[in-house]
């Protein structure tokens, strides 16, 4: 069911604890304007409504000044001088002069002015006095400060006059210095263009050192078709006494295993096959080339089954590469110089070069790491071969003699010296124990390593002389 309720104002009259009626107040309503209010016309408002109808002005206070008594000043003196005694005494002393009566009117006659403003300006003038002293020690402390700045002044200006003298003597140094390097420009380049043409005379040489060993080795070809087939090697007999006499000198530090007797040689009666880039027109061609090495590239090895070679170079290291398509197979590092030669093993399994640090390495490829050092060398070592049995390392050396090691006890067998300058070179025939030397000083010397004895020279063959033959 729905009801209606209606609101009705109704008041509450509070009791009074204390008993007393208070009566309500009525407060001003201040008119607001309907339209918008802001700060300014709130605070007018304000100030019109609460403002009083009429403002009285406050009198104002008017003083005047009396001139100082006697006795006054004579207490300002006491008080000033700090006799506080001598006032009480004197306080008494008056008091009592006044009530018996005994002081007239010429008594309370008033002190001139000009006592007070003497009191008054040497007041002043103590207080300018201290004025005066602060000054004083102000302007002594700012005279020492001021000393002070101008010795640090003195100081740094001097240094300062030092700095510009060790500059302009600099500057006249790195002029001088300048003046020097420029002065050996032209020495350099001189060097550089020597440098170009023994560079460029080396090559030459190379090339024509190339060309004459491929000569040789046709010729030795050709003699040997000529030749009947033997399975051994024709050494011709010379008498000793039309030998050139040649200082040599062999050494054995260990004693050398028997080698295994030497067998003949295959290649002596093989027929090899006619190259085929020789028929082709135009000669050999470039199929494959690729960055080997950092720096230059001293030597290369390929080996005698497989196709791969081995390259070393004047970066400290060896490199294995692929023929078909020049992969990089294996690194070698451990030489702290150039590499000079590298040589497989007749097994095909281990590798050894000789570096300008006067070493030899032995490298296992199993392992992939140097199996042996041999460093009996005292210079670097131009070259290294293998003997046909594996079991002996030649070495040739820049000290003029040639060493044979023992590859398994991996010592020096025996020291070769007869060339008066460094060894190149060194080889051993194939099949044979023959080792095979070039020196510096235009010599070839061949060695038998079974003996450990310098072979004869041979004579010159007839038909090495002879043009070849025409076809």
Known sequence: MDETYYLHDEYVEAESEDGFAYEEVAVDEISISSGEEDLDTALHNLRVTKQPAAIEKAPRVSTESHPEVVEDYVRNFFVHMGLHRTMETFQAEWYELMQKGSLGSDHAQQLPDVYSQNRQLQSKMQEMQSQMLS??????????????????????????????????????????????????????????????????????????????????????????????????????????????????????????????????????????????????????????????????????????????????SDDHTWKMWALEGGDLLMTGEGHSDWVGRAAFHPNGKMLATCSGDGTVKIWDFGSASCIETLSDHQQPVWGCGWHWSGQLLASASMDHCCKLWDVESAHCCLTLRGHTQCVNAVQFLPYSSILCSCSQDKTISLWDARTASLLPSPSPSPLLSSPPPTH
Not at 254 to 260: A, E, N, R, S, V
Not at 295 to 304: D, E, I, T
């Open 135 to 312: 000054f004083k020690e102000a302007a002594r402390m700012a005279k020492e400060k001021y000393v002070g700045l101008k010795k640090e002044c003195d100081y740094h200006r001097m240094h300062h006059r030092r700095v510009l003298q060790e500059k302009n003597k600099l500057m006249a140094d790195i002029k001088k210095l300048q003046q020097h390097i420029n002065s050996y420009e032209p020495v350099l380049k001189a060097l550089k263009n020597k440098y170009q043409t023994v560079t460029k005379e080396k090559m030459l040489a190379c090339m024509e050192r190339d060309k004459a060993v491929s000569e040789v080795s046709c010729l030795q070809s050709t003699l040997h078709s000529l030749q009947p087939s033997s399975p051994t090697l024709h050494r011709p007999t010379v008498a000793r006494s039309d030998l050139v006499e040649k200082a040599t000198e062999i050494e054995a530090t260990q004693p050398l295993g028997k080698l295994p007797d030497d067998p003949s040689n295959p290649y002596l009666t093989a027929i090899l096959p006619q190259c085929a880039h020789l028929t082709r027109t135009g000669g050999f061609q470039l199929t494959t080339q690729f960055q080997a090495h950092d720096f230059a590239v001293s030597n290369v090895c390929m080996h005698a089954e497989k196709d791969v070679l081995v390259t070393t």
